[in-house]
C-alpha cells in the first residue's frame, strides 16, 4: 500500500503505509498537461537543522477521490516541474505583497 492523503472535516492527513497518521498544510495542488499527472506540494511544518520548514510534493494518483493514494516522485523531469510550479507561486505572492506594500523591493526577476 502506498501512502494516503485522506481529507477529513477539511483537514488534509497523510496515511503511512504503517497506518500511522499526520496532518498536513496542503500549499498547492495542480494537475501537468506534459505528464498528465496530478501533483500536491505539502508540509508538515516539521523543520530542518537550520530551522527551514520542510517542502515536500507527491503524486495523487487518484485527485478526484478524498482517499487517494499518493506515489514518490522519482524522475528530475517532475521535480523540476514541482521546483517551476513552487517557485512561480512564490514570486507570485511576493509580488502581490510588494504591490500591497506588506514587503519591501521588487519581485525577483524584475527591473526596472
Do not use: C, H
Request: proline share 3%; charged share 40%; no cysteine.
Amino acid at each position: 500500500m502506498e501512502n494516503k492523503v485522506v481529507m477529513e472535516n477539511n483537514e488534509v492527513v497523510v496515511v503511512f503505509k504503517d497506518g500511522s497518521k499526520k496532518q498536513i498544510d496542503k500549499l498547492i495542488g495542480f494537475d501537468d498537461e506534459g505528464t498528465g499527472k496530478s501533483y500536491i506540494i505539502y508540509t508538515d511544518n516539521s523543520t530542518d537543522e537550520q530551522g527551514n520548514i520542510r517542502i515536500t510534493a507527491s503524486i495523487v494518483k487518484e485527485p478526484n477521490n478524498p482517499n487517494s493514494e499518493l506515489e514518490e516522485i522519482k524522475s528530475d523531469r517532475e521535480w523540476k516541474i514541482i521546483d517551476t510550479v513552487l517557485r512561480s507561486t512564490m514570486d507570485n505572492i511576493r509580488k502581490r505583497m510588494v504591490e500591497k506594500g506588506e514587503v519591501e523591493g521588487k519581485p525577483e526577476g524584475e527591473t526596472e
